[in-house]
């Protein structure tokens, strides 16, 4: 089919975008030459979009990019930089202003403008919009545009998830017809397993704003603070039924750290989104859903850093176009829609300029210099979760210091090695608050994400609060790893468990053929002239083992150790001061492992992810992915462990039940958490119970609720998000290294297990009650206060070990991921099978 008759099917489909939302007067560089169809025919790579953008910068003195780094599959991530050519040519400077604006000394004379588009990459339509506004702001000969690039600087950022996006728009053209196919129940509508909603890791973007796991959200965080803009834009799609959004959202549904000022503002702007959607005839609402409580993303990450953020959701044809309750929504209908709110963001944002940068004026004045007081923060002898919280803080611009010396307060000992100090007062005082933000009672129990997200919870931290140090006492630099003196008198080497390195260093180790031993319980040596005490996991090193000449072992674990920033320590002599000797049953012998993960049908996405990233690039085990469909075809033999994320596996037939069974029998172990132990159970591969939801839910009491009650009785029997405590039996062996007696944990299922009849597999239970941070209905407090959270069940000559919560929530929550180490590395042998 030829262009032109290919154009005329649009047309006729209702498909094509009206020529008049991206007219220019200036031919160039047209969107439609370069791609060669009318935008919106077919969903766009990345590659086209970045190749647009490039074009455009080549032949427009309005445009320059910047690029932001690369995906995980290495596509770069570029914005287009869109302005004056007066202002193009002086953007060292105006750079250099903006880096002022935390200190208050910025001129708040142009006004910054991001627009961010299509963060789920399979919410596609904002992508093409940003194309479309592209051409036209490089282009156009209007008035207010003129106007606009004068008095601003606007960035346009098309796509945020490269590989989610590519992995979508793959699958959307793949499944195309030139007849577009609006049945709900087309195949181009209904993406194959994990959808191109995520990175390549899986992970949703749009929850990363805080917590930066991911490099297409370091690029992001790292732009925004060298621009400071004033507004962001963030456009996304929802469900092809409803109609359009934008914020303000819930009011009562705001985070309590935003201020009233900023959501006036968020009014103000929604104003002209009204009337150009009037003008379209388009349906939309606000107000009555959504919400601006998690800082985590991309329209609420701005409101805490001196900025406005706003929503914005399309329903999504998920294709070429979708039938739906308000008639076929078609992704030209979504392009035109995005474009136009694009359009009167920044005629808003033109119009209320003088109140926006008085409103980021405001926001960071007074708050140059640095308080005295502040919090101090341990993680618990892990020097590697320090250097990562470090991190973070650093690209949130946060400021920080590390200890010089080691200091005791309150009968606790913060030590230099793994502790940080962070005065509240600081240009970035707002944000901080909210990164160790702590409530518990809210005006609106209903959250469109987590209730709670604190660092000190998320990192198993000690915290002092309101500690004022001396200058003496604190260092910008970190305190390095005492350097190592190897000795020719040494028969051993010891690496502390609780570093969250050592499974990198152990793993390492063990593909090189090191044979490694775990202590299973305390242990005294004598070390320097002083006693040493070492914990249960510590890990044991020989270093006269066959296959290796004198010195190697020795040269190899100091390598890994220099690497992985691990403090290495040697031991002259097998007797210990107290407890086990180095050459006792009490060191558990290691043997190398081979873990399979299962992902495809009935698993959650996200937490596959979260499992595959952290067995990938935090301990660098090579890990396949199997989709739960092939198990019953697939060799356990062959693996050592099995992981099953959150899910439905009511699919999986009794045969791979007993296929698991034998695997597990034969000394393999299954690692399961949450709704995987409901088919663990079924299929009687664990003894403990799975209490569900309908258990839980009889908790509830419906008496004297009426029909109004109906949303907030609803929003109570949820779990979005909330932070419980978990007590650990600090000697079973997935307790082994995390540093202390109790665990904070991310809760967002109604799940739970019952106690078990054999006291010994009980590894972990809530605290009573059990919630430290965010809404948990008092109803869910008394029914999981002291109940089980965690078992480790021998079975034959392996185990299974149950998790009622996911401990690696979103990848940072570093306080507790070690106990996935631990049934990887110690179990089943630390079982005693």
Known sequence: MNSSLFRRVLLLCGLLLPLGLVAAQDKTDSLEAYLGYPLGSWHLRHDQINGYLKQLAANSDRVSLESTGFSHEHREQLTAVITSPTNQARLAQILANRSRVKQGTAEQDLLIIWLAYSIHGDEASGAHAALALAQQLAQSREQWVQELLTQA??????????????????????NAGLNPVSDEEHREHMQAWPGGRYNHFLADLNRDWLFLRQPETRGRIALFHKWQPHLVCDFHEMGHNQ?????????????????????????????????????????YFSRQSFDDFFYGKGSTYPDINGAVGMLFEQASARGQIQDSNFGPVSLQQAIGNHLTTSVSSLQGALALKAELLDYQRAFYRGKRNLGRSGKLLSTRGDGAARDDLATL?????VQYSYLRQDIREDKKVFRAMDSLFVPDEQPQSALLAALF??????????????????????????????????????????LLPPRFEPSDAAVALLLDWRQG?????????????????????????????????????????????????????????QQLAHQFGLPLEQSLSAQAMVGADLGSDDFYPLTPIKPLLVSGRGSEP????????????????????????????????????????????????????????????AGGVIIAQKGALIWLKKRNLLRTDVREDRFFLQQFSTAELSWEDRESFKARQAIGGAILEWQLDPLHPLSWGLGSASLPVMKNQVL???DSSDPFVEAAHYRDPPLRNGFLAPEYGRAFGGTTTMVAEPRGKGAVVALADNLMFRNVWLGAERVYANALFFLPVALGN
């Not at 819930?250 to 309590?256: F, K």
């Not at 409530?439 to 997200?453: I, L």
């Open 243 to 283: 109609s359009y959004f934008f914020q303000p959202g819930v009011p009562e549904r705001t985070h309590p750290l935003t201020s009233k000022r900023n959501q006036e503002l968020t009014d103000k702007l929604a104003n002209f989104h009204r009337r150009a959607l009037d003008g379209r005839k388009q349906p």
């Open 153 to 174: 600087v606007v960035l346009i950022t098309p796509t945020q998830n490269p590989d989610g996006f590519d992995r979508f728009s793959t699958w959307a053209n793949g």
């Open 393 to 397: 803080l650093r690209q949130h611009q």
């Open 437 to 478: 933000d702590q409530r518990t009672e809210f005006a609106d129990a209903t959250f469109y994400d987590v209730s709670a997200w604190d660092l000190a919870s998320a990192y198993n931290l000690a915290v002092e609060n309101d500690f004022r140090p001396e200058w003496e006492q604190l260092s910008e630099l970190p």
């Open 752 to 754: 739970g297990l019952a």
């Open 501 to 557: 390195n050592a499974a990198a260093a152990l793993a390492k180790l063990q593909a090189r053929g090191v044979r490694v031993r775990v202590a299973s319980k305390p242990f005294t040596q004598r070390q320097s002239g002083r006693n040493r005490e070492y914990g249960p996991g510590t890990l044991l090193i020989l270093l006269q083992q066959p296959g290796f000449e004198a010195g190697e072992i020795q040269a190899l674990t």
């Open 606 to 665: 996200t937490e596959v992810g979260e499992l595959w990233q952290y067995l990938d690039t935090r301990i660098g085990i090579p890990t396949p992915l199997v989709d739960s469909d092939r198990l019953e075809k697939v060799s356990l033999e062959n693996y050592s462990h099995l992981l099953l994320a959150d899910g439905d596996y009511m699919h999986l037939d009794e045969d791979v039940g007993r296929k698991l069974a034998n695997f597990v029998n």
